[in-house]
């Protein structure tokens, strides 16, 4: 069983940065996309970026250019640099593991526990 273990989170003023990690157990991690996904309060959860195994990404809109998301197979860690960071990227956000080597939703087949982010001076 896959566990996703995030960390990271935590309060910061409006321009900042943080850098979320997620540590996954298990076998076969490099064959597998990563993502994070993040939920506002009252929202449906949403994505925010995701890699493939091939290391091939992709980013919400209102993230691009501020955020990148990276890989480190013999760690088996996905880490989410946030900079610039907004009020409105303020969430939980949630680590995620696809079973395939692309990203599609309906292939997400594990999610961390979450780690909440607060962007407010």
């Known amino acids: 069983q896959v566990q996703l273990v995030e960390s990271g989170g935590g309060l910061v003023q409006p321009g900042g940065s943080l850098r979320l990690s997620c540590a996954a157990s298990?076998?076969?991690?490099?064959?597998?996309?990563m993502g994070w996904y993040h939920e506002v309060t009252g929202k449906e959860r949403e994505l925010v970026a995701a890699?493939?195994?091939?290391?091939?990404?992709l980013y919400a809109d209102s993230v691009k250019g501020r955020f990148t998301i990276s890989r480190d197979n013999d760690k088996k860690t996905v880490s989410l640099q946030m900079n610039s960071l907004k009020p409105e990227d303020t969430a939980v956000y949630y680590c995620?593991?696809?079973?395939?080597?692309?990203?599609?939703?309906?292939?997400?087949?594990?999610w961390g526990q979450g780690t909440q982010v607060t962007v407010s001076s």
């Open positions: 995620i593991r696809y079973s395939t080597s692309y990203v599609r939703r309906s292939m997400i087949e594990s």
């Open positions: 298990g076998e076969d991690f490099s064959s597998k996309a």
């Open positions: 890699i493939t195994s091939g290391g091939s990404t």
